[in-house]
């Protein structure tokens, strides 16, 4: 008997869709609930510096020894900040990728309702109707494109034209500050009256004989030192470098002591000689030993070396303190860094140098141009590497060493404004530097400002407060990817 499998039953297979996998791309105006979170969002962020503003303002009341002055300048600060957040997140960003920093975090969009366009910054910024705000996802699939950057050689030099003129006018506006505010406070009448006709009275003497001098060293000071990182990192291709990279401030620390240990000197009138002596030497031995062997300096040598020497002049610094106490206390007063308890004599002496070293950095950024491509590149352009790198350094040892020698080893200054430059100008040294030299005053005068309101009737000086709130700028700059390599 034979057995026959049974016959199997037909099956039939469903057809597959042609949409297997998808996305259920929603339609329509986003969902009211999320426009509002966004639009709270977007409020929050403008908001935050009104309310520390307030908060601060509020506590500079008469009572606790704040004066008109005071207030004016800390509120005009907060209005300003909230305004320029306004201009970004709601005009710029929105008006260009149709996202502000709200709409982005939820995952929506605000088009033009009639073509899905974006709005652009002027119609972004201004009351909008015809405007829809949609998910994310329904701007995609309908083929939402945002603005183009414009790229062209006269856009670009428009807004960099636009941007130092900004920066110049708030470095006017840091400056008048830095006059207004200080231990005493001042209404507007007196300092009007000191300025403009003085006739010896008290305010009269601390505005001209204390806040301008102190202004005026702190301005060129802060100016010096952003040219001078400018310059420190194009030349070493080392996004991390300062001043203290190239020994500059060690070799000014060892003088400074040894006057104080040698000679007995004590104001920083007597020992800035020795401050810039100390700089211009440790740059020399820098050079020199980066030069060793083929006879040119790279700036992998240039970082060595002056890690290495810095290192050796620092541990030859803690030697001589330790052995001797005035030395210590008077290498306490300098190192801290401060534009404080100079006369202005002090500015007298180092404004040479500086100017000196502030027009040759603004004459040699086109050959760091050129550098900044490798030196393989820049010889076969036919750029002088030696030459260049001397100037460069020249330039940057009249700076740093002149800025040093006046208020001592201020940081963060050289090493975080550089970055902010070129995150507005690009890589182009003939802008970087300018702008990092305002960028620098504004900074310097600004922790200055903080530094006679917080502790008062005390002070904090500039090396504290730039040490307080570069750090943490300073963290989120060196978190971002693109700034690992110049």
Known sequence: MTLTPAPRAATTRAPRSETYGALDVPRGPAPLRGRLAADALDLAIVAIPLLIGWVVVDSLRDANGGGQMDRVVFGAVALTASLALLVWNRGMREGRTGQSLGKDWLGLLTRDAVTGAPLGTRRALLPRTGIEVVRERTAAAEGFTPLPADTSLAAMRRRRLVGLAALTMLLAAAVLASIAVGARPMDFAEIFHALVTPTGTDTDLVVRTLRVPRTALGLVVGIALGVAGALIQGHTRNPLADAGLLGLNAGAALFVVLSIYLFGLAGPSEYLWFAFAGSLAASVVVFGISSVGNGRSSPLSLALAGAAVAMFLGAMTQTVILLDQTSLDGYRFWVVGSVAGRGPEVLWQV????????????????????????????????????????????????????????????????????????????????????????????????????????????????????????????????RRRKLVSL
């Open 351 to 478: 404004l040479p140098f500086l100017v000196l070293g502030v027009v040759i950095a603004i004459a040699s950024t086109p050959s760091l141009n050129v550098l900044s491509l490798g030196d393989e590149v820049a010889r076969g352009l036919g750029t002088n590497i030696l030459l260049s790198r001397t100037v460069g350094i020249v330039a940057i040892t009249l700076l740093t060493g002149a800025a040093t020698a006046a208020c001592g080893p201020i940081a963060f200054v050289g090493l975080v404004v550089p970055h902010v430059a070129r995150s507005i100008t690009g890589p182009d040294y003939r802008w970087l530097v300018p702008y990092a030299g305002l960028l620098g005053g504004i900074m310097i005068l600004l922790a200055d400002v903080i530094g006679r309101v917080v502790v008062r009737p005390g002070e904090l000086q500039v090396g504290i407060v730039l040490a307080l709130m570069g750090a943490p700028f300073f963290v989120a700059l060196v």
